[in-house]
């Protein structure tokens, strides 16, 4: 094979029309731009969004909603939930392992709703003050 024999698959390449060639060739004239008007001029466009100078959608509507980006990647874990876990140990995989947390987190933070009953050691994870009170109350202990 050499590169001055290769050519495009049949039929993946259509010639394109000739316009302004005498109204026989079916784009005489007018060439397919109608009569007058923006369009039909040299140079003539709309920005995208344009509606003939009425304010546009885009514009009338309000703005609503935000989506934070970190959301994804950051998650929150009840204290309740910490309590039915059996390892000791609660670092963020032991939280993607239970399924408490997506697989895609990398940061987590537990905060107090519900209680717990037994000693665990959290290691890795952010803790609200109030979850932090509560698990050094039943014996845990929090490492950074």
């Known amino acids: 094979m050499k590169l001055n024999s290769i050519s495009p698959n049949p039929g993946s390449k259509k010639i394109g ?3 302004g060639r005498g109204h026989s060739a079916g784009q005489g004239k007018t060439c397919g731009s ?9 140079g ?12 546009p959608i885009h514009r009338r509507l309000p703005k ?9 990647f950051s998650q929150e874990v009840r204290l309740s939930e910490i309590n039915k876990l ?3 140990l609660i670092d963020i995989d032991a939280l993607k392992r239970a399924g408490f947390v997506s ?17 665990v050691k959290v290691k ?7 979850a ?6 039943a014996g845990g202990s929090i490492e950074e």
Do not use: M
């Open 103 to 119: 697989p895609r987190a990398l940061q987590v933070k537990i905060f107090l709703s519900g209680v717990i009953d037994k000693a």
């Open 17 to 19: 029309k000739r316009v």
């Open 64 to 72: 609503v909603g935000f989506a934070s980006r970190t959301s994804e």
């Open 132 to 137: 932090k009170a509560a698990i050094e109350a």
């Open 86 to 88: 059996t390892d000791e």
């Open 34 to 42: 109608g009569h007058k008007g923006q369009k039909a001029r040299s």
């Open 124 to 130: 890795g994870i952010s803790v609200t003050k109030g």
């Open 44 to 55: 003539g466009y709309h920005k995208v969004g344009f509606e003939g100078g009425q304010t």
